[in-house]
């Protein structure tokens, strides 16, 4: 049912496509007829009966657009194409395979099997390869060849270029090349494939890679299908490819002349039709123009053989590594053909000339496009079939396509065979651990080139949701590390002489594999290594031993610090937190029953409470000396949950009484924090700091320092900083006795953010905001109670620390989160919540000189448990020495994340005004790359802005940190509301974070009927709209979220109807604005609308709790102001709207040389 105002719709005028490129007008007439006859065309196989395809048929077939081999303009509409000449003056070239993935037969070998029921079109008397009786392909293939000699051609080798002139070699070739097998104009020895064994259990076959003849089970001319593993022309976990064809039947390819029974037939070769020989004196045409300047071809076909790197040995037989972007003619099935992402192009390979006549660019992506339509098997780095070409698109007259937020981040094309398993968990997460490149510069100087960020989003300790698959734990003990660098073994690593050593991924030292590594203690029986967790998934845990513990696993504590002075009295947060502590008791992690817990409450003096009295009634302790505070009776203040769960209960249904009365407006939170700190540094645990007043007494005392006159200046970062040492001086040494400080702030007046929230940023904590908190409110208690009971029943890490160990070359630079840095690499984290996350910069101490990269991430922690654990989340990405590679894999979620937290750091430390600058700046700078040196527009100034595909939106994820409360300029804000988005942004995952910087938006009232009911994937939401104030219309209902908070903005020309069916008031002017909870009514609409704010409130993986706030059109300013400010594509002062911030950007990439 759709509750809108009758209106009358406008037309826009029909717009006439554009013409495509390479089409005439008879063939785009055709394909509107025929939508599908291009298509069949393609994939039709020649000579087949009752099929067209094969050589074109002659008269008056008009062919397809080819680009010209020889500089000529390309033919009229109408003109036919005669014959082409031979490329070698007339003398006959040496037959090759048409199809790509046909081998030439061995010496000796059997003859491919020819297939009676397959024809070949006829070809004219005296043309090459016509035969009067039927011939095997091998004896074709000797017949033709002795041809070929006869006429002065030397065995085996490439026939001269046009005119028969041998071409010179290019400077640019090593001399080492020109006497390899298959370089220009040298002879290229058969060799037959290596025949290699069955591979071990779990290992799969790799491309290129031979079976063992004579076994059924594993010959894929005896079963339909492929082999096991994957077969050349296929990638790992990938679907079954297009058989690819030679270029020219590809681009030339029209309908074939009638068949004839008594021709030749074709051979057979994994169900492709191959021909035996070229028909008539339609040669076949060279796949590149004769500008070329070498030609390489792979020795062997008996595996895949990475490229020349620098620094590492060329084998004997090795192919050489082709520039990026070009290929042989000629090929093997599994050969890298397309871009090379994987390895670094050789130093004298990366100054390759044009092609003759045109520009280097034009080739270039005349080269790849060819090369994607040719559809070869997997290689290094991005040569796979999953991988896309650079995708450029416009930005500037076009909406937004938000809905790409939602895609995951740009594919991993790793090299065929990079794990030792095959697994489809082999690679990290996302969720856990994503790059901001998903193919890494081979040397800084591409990196700098590029000006892309490089770095690391890591969420170790996610939440595991209904549906999710947990962490695989290692129970037995056995954890298989390299000696040099200390890296676990993974996916990633090798084994060697016969699986006895395996060869660390990073350091790439050997080591030697545990004897018990196959081995089960438990059951006293052998075990396949290939199905160890540690070999199969990158996100792994294992149980640690006693080595990797300095001391045993202490039990879980929680020690709740909360104010009772009279301003937290009167908001009611003393009652509330009471509540909810004593409701939250059975869901605090308690295993093995040795939770502890303890209370200490404080104003003017610090009350401590005995609850191991064998009279089960609490016993209250006071102690007045704030100079020196001590622990009275220090063994009774923190008792086990299990043991003395009456007397805390009895504690908490009292403590809002006992100080109901009190008109105390000190707080000692400083001396309180000492004290709570000798309590528990002993064991360690959580602070959970409960405050709602200024600190004013003591240590650690503040004062209300916010002055309206610095909002919106220079000096106002300084209202962002701590104003006192103490607090981080104490953070210290909490960290130092894994102890962790949660703040929970709340009060109407200034409760100083900035300063406070230094106690969770370095002791591995969390803070909570509640400005305007009153539990007279239910929606404000509501909030409170849930995300209070929500985190402590939290099943977290205690005692941990961290490390990230990259491969040789990489550094960790810089780290942004809540943590205490120990030393250059190691983070101290004496708690780690669940959901938060931590970025990580990343550098280079040299150049890359391997295919692949990886990171692994170790976090030593106790469970709750008790459990001493190491989980570990290993990253695999590949090396590029391609700029446009760059631009392909990177991740703009993963970037916005790291811009966010560097924007931060400097914003806090620096002046707000440096971090909206950095923000541009750095999207200029992306920019102003790509059309540098991406683009046809290199040069000069440009109508619009481009960039890839994948990173379309991230002018609108900056523009969106731009105008966040964190960071927008002006003088309306208050330091604590921005210190806390500040701490959000910081924190926050990337599945949060989004949101938070970018939210979603939604039309209800003309939703769809299926949105807000229950289907396959749960609730169904409807589509998300472009944050732009253009979306609203008159008499709708709208909704807002930003993972914050909700809104539900409602015109003031609202029907009555939706007014009834939502909130059950008659009108519009009988709806309550403001912060309200919707009310559940019988109707369908009320129904699916309180089922989509429950999923909003649900589906992510956090503790917070959104607040429902109902904005009227025509209702309070500050909330309608508060609600517009989140449609960041408006303009908004003194912010540009989304496309004046995109002409902004034009204009300074066109200004600036990049």
Request: proline residues 11%.
């Amino acid at each position: 049912m759709a509750y809108s105002q009758p209106s009358t719709p406008t037309m826009r005028p029909a717009q006439a496509a554009p013409p495509r490129p390479g089409f005439r007008p008879q063939q785009q007439q055709q394909q509107q007829q025929f939508p599908y006859a291009q298509q069949q065309t393609n994939i039709s196989r020649p000579g087949t009966p009752g099929q067209q395809g094969g050589l074109p048929q002659p008269g008056n077939q008009t062919m397809g657009f080819r680009p010209p081999m020889n500089g000529q303009h390309p033919p009229s509409p109408g003109q036919n194409f005669g014959p082409r000449p031979p490329i070698n003056g007339g003398m006959p070239r040496p037959p090759f395979p048409q199809d790509q993935n046909q081998r030439r037969p061995s010496a000796g070998g059997p003859s491919l099997p020819s297939s009676p029921s397959i024809q070949r079109p006829p070809m004219p008397n005296g043309a090459i390869g016509s035969h009067s009786n039927q011939q095997s392909p091998l004896q074709q293939q000797q017949q033709l060849q002795q041809q070929y000699v006869q006429q002065g051609g030397a065995p085996l080798q490439r026939p001269p270029p046009i005119g028969g002139a041998q071409r010179a070699p290019s400077p640019m070739i090593r001399p080492s090349t020109l006497s390899q097998p298959g370089s220009p104009g040298m002879v290229r020895p058969y060799q037959s494939p290596q025949i290699q064994a069955r591979p071990p259990p779990g290992q799969f076959v790799g491309q290129g890679q031979q079976i063992v003849p004579g076994s059924p089970a594993m010959n894929p001319m005896v079963h339909n299908g492929p082999p096991n593993g994957p077969m050349p022309g296929y990638g790992q976990n990938q679907s079954q490819p297009p058989t690819p064809k030679m270029l020219h039947q590809q681009q030339y390819q029209q309908q074939p002349p009638p068949q004839d029974p008594n021709a030749p037939t074709l051979g057979v070769m994994n169900g492709v039709p191959t021909p035996t020989a070229h028909s008539g004196a339609h040669k076949p045409k060279r796949m590149y123009p004769q500008g070329m300047d070498s030609y390489q071809e792979p020795a062997s076909n008996s595996g895949f053989q990475p490229a020349n790197i620098p620094g590492i040995p060329s084998q004997p037989g090795q192919n050489q590594s082709q520039p990026s972007g070009q290929g042989s003619q000629f090929f093997s099935p599994g050969e890298n053909q397309g871009p090379n992402f994987g390895q670094p192009v050789p130093p004298f390979q990366q100054g390759l000339q044009p092609l003759a006549g045109q520009p280097l660019q034009q080739n270039v992506n005349q080269l790849t496009n060819q090369m994607g339509a040719m559809n070869v098997g997997p290689g290094y780095g991005f040569n796979s079939q999953s991988s896309s070409p650079l995708s450029t698109v416009a930005l500037m007259g076009v909406a937004p396509k938000i809905l790409d937020l939602e895609t995951p981040p740009p594919a991993i094309n790793l090299p065929a065979n990079s794990s030792i398993t095959d697994s489809p968990h082999a690679n990290c997460d996302p969720s856990y651990k994503r790059s901001t490149l998903n193919a890494i510069p081979a040397n800084s100087q591409l990196l700098q080139k590029s000006r892309l960020p490089f770095g690391l989003v890591i969420t170790p300790y996610r939440s595991v949701k209904e549906g999710d698959e947990p962490v695989p734990v290692v129970s037995d003990s056995i954890i298989a590390r390299c000696r040099r660098c200390r890296t676990y073994i993974n996916p990633f690593v090798k084994f060697v002489e016969g699986g006895q050593r395996w060869k660390c991924n990073m350091c790439f030292t050997l080591n030697e594999v545990p004897s018990s590594f196959d081995y089960d203690s438990l059951t006293q029986q052998p075990v396949d290594r290939w199905q160890r967790k540690e070999l199969n998934h990158a996100v792994v845990e294992y149980i640690a031993p006693a080595e990797y513990m300095v001391r045993p696993p202490q039990p879980l504590v929680y020690l709740f610090l909360i104010d009772v002075s009279y301003p937290a009295i009167q908001c009611g947060m003393v009652a509330t937190a009471a509540t909810t502590i004593l409701e939250s008791l059975d869901r605090i992690p308690n295993d093995e029953g040795r939770t502890k817990i303890g209370i200490i409450t404080v104003d003017s003096s610090i009350h401590f409470y005995n609850l191991n009295n064998v009279s089960q009634e609490p016993q209250m302790l006071v102690v007045s000396d704030l100079e020196d505070p001590f622990l009275p009776q220090p063994q009774d203040l923190l008792c086990n949950l299990k043991e003395c769960r009456s007397t805390l209960e009895a504690l908490l249904n009292r403590m809002s009484d006992m100080f109901k009365d009190t008109q105390n407006v000190g707080n000692a939170l400083g001396p309180a924090l000492q004290a709570a700190y000798k309590m528990v540094s002993p064991i360690g645990g959580k602070i959970l700091c409960l405050q709602a007043s200024l600190p004013n007494l003591e240590a650690g005392a503040l004062k209300a320092r916010e002055d309206p006159k610095l909002l919106g200046t220079a000096k106002e970062s300084t209202l962002l900083q701590a104003a006192s040492s103490f607090y981080k001086s104490l953070a210290v040494e909490c960290s130092k006795s894994q102890v962790c400080v949660d703040m929970f702030l709340f009060g109407s007046q200034y409760s100083d953010v900035a300063t406070l929230s230094c106690l969770p940023r370095y002791t591995g904590g969390s803070t909570f905001f509640y400005p305007a908190f009153t539990a007279a409110k239910s929606e404000d208690a509501l909030k409170f109670a849930h995300e209070l009971a929500e985190f402590v029943a939290q099943r977290i890490a205690l005692e941990a620390v961290m490390r990230v160990r990259a491969s040789k070359g990489l550094r960790m630079s810089a780290f942004y989160g809540n943590f205490f840095v120990r030393s250059t690499d190691l983070l101290s984290l004496p708690n780690v919540p669940r959901d938060q996350s931590y970025s990580i910069e990343v550098s280079y101490e040299d150049n890359l000189t391997i295919p692949i990269v990886c990171f692994q991430t170790a976090l030593l922690h106790t469970s709750s448990s008790g459990e001493r654990r190491i989980r570990v989340l290993t990253l695999a990405l590949p090396v590029t020495n391609a700029l446009s590679d760059l631009f392909i894999s990177a991740d703009q979620v993963a970037i916005a994340t790291l811009l966010a937290n560097k924007a931060v750091e400097r914003g806090m430390n620096s002046k707000l005004d440096d971090a909206r600058d950095a923000l541009t700046n750095k999207c200029v700078d992306i920019l102003g790359v790509y059309k540098t040196h991406l683009t046809a527009s290199s040069s000069g100034a440009t109508p619009n802005l481009q960039i890839s595909d994948n990173l379309k939106l991230l002018p609108l994820l900056t523009l969106g940190m731009l105008k966040h409360v964190a960071l927008r300029g002006g003088s309306q804000i208050p330091s604590d509301l921005r210190s806390y988005a500040m701490h959000l942004l910081s924190t926050l995952p990337s599945q949060c974070l989004i949101p938070y910087i970018h939210p979603k938006f939604y039309s209800l009232h003309n939703m769809p009927e299926n949105c807000g009911t229950i289907g396959g994937n749960g609730i169904e939401m409807p589509m998300p709209m472009n944050l732009s104030s253009e979306r609203l219309e008159r008499g709708g209902l709208f909704m807002l979220e930003d993972s914050q908070n909700i809104f539900l903005w409602i015109s003031r020309d609202a029907v009555p109807q939706l007014c009834m069916d939502l909130f059950g008031v008659p009108n519009y002017e009988s709806i309550r604005g403001g912060k309200t909870t919707l009310p559940s009514l019988e109707s369908d609409f009320n129904q699916r609308v309180n089922l989509i704010v429950g999923k909003t409130r649900e589906m992510r993986r956090s503790s917070y709790y959104p607040q429902l706030y109902v904005i009227k059109e025509d209702g309070d300013p500050a909330l309608r102001l508060w609600f517009l400010s989140h449609l960041i594509e408006d303009r908004a002062e003194p912010i540009m709207s989304y496309h004046q911030y995109l002409g902004h950007l034009k204009d300074k990439v066109n200004g600036g040389s990049f």
